[in-house]
């Protein structure tokens, strides 16, 4: 009975102090461009030559200050739909998957690496993960099977990730080109680190609905 009354309370203070922000729609509209970028890489490596990755750094660029502006709204806010650190995290780690994807061209194209086997297929599972992560976001707060279905396929597709790069690191420390191993070695590591922000992403994600009342649920 306290907590149905602390609830009511509560209701009742945000009922006169309404939230200044869509904070769902922010976080949606930069899983979007997340997995926008994520696309981007995956299309870029089809193109050979390989060309100065110009519009990741544009998508870096542009996510960053969507990031930027979700902290200073949520600094400014009142209230929150939900847990204030899990959308400040959520937009983090998101961020982080397109920064290490923005890195993962922009070496290739200074090394000098050109796309093999497991940069190619772990980038296929990065977009995949990607692609069920930003569908997740965008239904959080409406459909919670919805979003755990996303979080398993989502977690697939990390796992994947990690299995192709141990065995591309495999084949790596067997090559006789060791020049060429270690600047390969490095484009794997990135592609690992957006799939383990990807992880960190789909976590919080899962830790917010769960405290979410849906009544679709």
């Not at 959520?90 to 290739?108: G, P, V």
């Not at 297929?121 to 990065?126: G, S």
């Not at 919080?204 to 009342?213: N, P, Q, R, S, T």
């Amino acid at each position: 009975m306290r907590e149905n009354k602390r609830k009511e309370k509560l209701g009742g203070i945000f009922s006169i102090f309404p939230a200044k922000y869509n904070f769902e729609e922010m976080l949606a509209n930069q899983a979007d461009r997340t997995l926008t970028g994520v696309k981007a890489l995956s299309n870029w490596l089809q193109t050979i030559p390989l060309e100065d990755p110009v519009v990741l750094k544009q998508m870096e660029t542009e996510v960053d200050s969507m990031r930027y502006d979700l902290e200073e709204k949520l600094i400014d806010a009142f209230s929150t739909p939900f847990d204030r650190q899990d959308i400040y995290s959520l937009s983090r780690q998101m961020d982080y998957i397109l920064n290490f994807t923005a890195e993962t061209a922009k070496e290739m194209y200074v090394f000098g690496v050109e796309p093999d086997g497991p940069i190619d297929n772990m980038t296929k599972a990065l977009l995949a993960g990607t692609r069920c992560m930003a569908e997740g976001v965008r239904v959080m707060n409406s459909d919670q099977k919805r979003v755990r279905t996303m979080v398993r396929s989502a977690r697939n597709a990390m796992h994947e990730i990690e299995d192709l790069y141990i065995v591309g690191m495999g084949e790596l420390l067997r090559s006789d080109d060791a020049m060429d191993a270690m600047r390969k070695r490095e484009i794997y590591h990135h592609i690992r680190d957006a799939g383990r922000a990807l992880r960190y992403t789909v976590d919080i994600l899962h830790k917010a609905v769960v405290g979410i009342d849906i009544g679709s649920s």
